[in-house]
């Protein structure tokens, strides 16, 4: 039996059969600084009940896979310094050594999956990193979208990488992506890509019955529903290109490595365009909130 422990709130949920959306940590403790981290975390909790569904933040405590985190150790994790970034590969080892750690998209989808959990929001995906054909660097979130049953409601893959690479790995791994009111793939900051969404959906139900459709034909793995940031808040593409370029002109001149290639660049984004790629971030996350409870509660009534 794997460790779960839930929280008072997802215990309550579970019993009275509420639609449940799993939402991530590393997002917390490596995508957003202290104390617009914790800020978010607590505004998109109250977005997914808002839209009738209860979130379940997941993370490693104690040795034990918390779904969903009670209020206060919500604030220890947002102000932890050096916690773990925990991806498929770390989370068995740090369970097993009672670790603390903040689980990335591919470990949500696995905890989810353990508790039940059929959706996911978070902000967005990792991916192929541009100069992958050098580094290799290529994110698991890809490959646990190819073989856990988990639908994924995030902004598109982080403008910070290789883009058509990543849709490359998508296709050839069988996982739909699937853009949600628009026929081009959104990217992240900014509503359009530039790249044709592979499908594309209307409605929360449309996304529900393709979830549902696929466990019907004994397929594995999940869907990355790619839900474009609201207009108001995108930053369009040309106005983030320089920095996104400096960014990683940067991590290359420093060494920056491994798990440390995407916190670092998203802070230095956050840097070089003085707290407006943050804004966006937070308001995209929210937004996928609120997709990801609406495919919760349709998920749940079907
Ligand atoms: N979405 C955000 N900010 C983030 C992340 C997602 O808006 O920081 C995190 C997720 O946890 C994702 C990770 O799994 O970034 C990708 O890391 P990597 O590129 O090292 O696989
Ligand atoms: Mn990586």
Redesign the pocket.
Known sequence: MAPLKFSNEIMAARAAGQPIVAL?S??IT???PYPQNVETAEMVEADIREAGAVPATIAIMDGQIHIGLEPSELQTLAQAKNVA?L?RADLAFALATGQTG?????A?MICAHLAGIAVFA??????V?RGASDSF?I???LEELAQTPVTVV??GA?AILDLPKTMEVLETRGVPVIAYGQDVLPA?WSRTSGLPAPLRADSAAEIAASHAMRARLGLPGGQLIANPIPLAAEIPAEALRPHIEQALREAGEQAIA??A???FL?QRIFELTGGASLTA?IA??RNNARLAAAIAIEINAG
């Open positions: 991530e590393t997002i490596h995508g957003m970034k991806s903040a689980t990335t998209v591919a949500t978070t902000g967005g995906i990792g991916g990193h660097d994110s698991a979130d995030a902004a982080k992240f491994a798990k290639v995407t916190p998203l971030n995209l996350v």
